[in-house]
């Protein structure tokens, strides 16, 4: 049963996701699966290119976020799903061996216009390496049921 | 070498990208290493939910997209990475089983306002389901250098 309900939630409320330490073998492994771009799978062709190394792919980082998200968070509520992302920022680059933390600001918590029985929580996520710097920022909405909704 | 460099774009071409199965264990796979809600990661509890069954991580078709991106265009181009995505919508749920199709739009393709060797395409990606329905769409960037960049 979830612990926590949209009425639960209110502008300003912060919460930290914790970490998740990215590994070299993850991040090529990932990237040969969905982002086969040399700067993300081939360690000799990322090394002359403009990022200078290996990079973790920008979908990998939105993926080990979402986990600290459940993880933390997400996994507590009564989530009903996502309609999708408002802003996705790849700020700097994630490398093999980071180890990222996330945090989960919510900017708004507003019932449903049309379905009583929810809300949507609209929020601000930062990823930060381990030495502070925002890496990504994701502008993203969340539908959350209610505890108590009103009667039909 | 690439063979498509910014100066090979302009606003309104559009390029299919061909198509890609989500199988159930890998919907399922993906879920529980990144996204492990009970409508993605559970059948039984994925029948009882909104959802009426198991549902693909957003994430999950993110990634899938990406790799049709990098498989059918952007492999083929001097991508320079992307600074991020200005909005992401996920439309419908996306089932084991279903077929999907992506279609890549240029919306603009505008010179870097201060690095004369590249330029940033500006896109609307669509993701189509086997029935033809819109299941995602992602408006995005990316940077593309130029093959003849002006002398420094």
């Not at 073998?25 to 699966?33: C, D, G, P, Q, T």
């Not at 790849?90 to 996330?102: T, Y």
């Not at 449903?112 to 390496?129: I, K, M, Q, Y």
Request: with cysteine.
């Amino acid at each position: 049963m979830p612990e926590l309900y949209f009425e639960d939630f209110k502008a300003g409320d912060v919460f930290d996701l914790g970490t998740h330490a990215m590994t070299r073998e993850r991040v090529l492994s990932f990237a040969r699966e969905f982002d086969p771009q040399p700067f993300h799978t081939d360690e000799a062709a990322a090394a002359t290119s403009i990022y200078g190394g290996l990079i973790a792919s920008g979908w990998h980082t939105c993926a080990v976020f979402m986990r600290l998200f459940v993880d933390r968070l997400l996994g507590r509520c009564a989530s009903l799903g996502s309609p999708g992302v408002d802003e996705l920022r790849w700020l700097k680059p994630v490398r093999p061996g980071d180890v990222l933390r996330a945090r989960y600001t919510v900017l708004a918590a507003e019932p449903h216009p049309r379905r009583a029985d929810r809300g949507t929580l609209r929020s601000l996520a930062e990823v930060f390496n381990q030495d502070g710097a925002l890496v990504m920022t994701v502008r993203a909405a969340n539908l959350i049921a209610k505890r108590n909704p009103p009667a039909a």
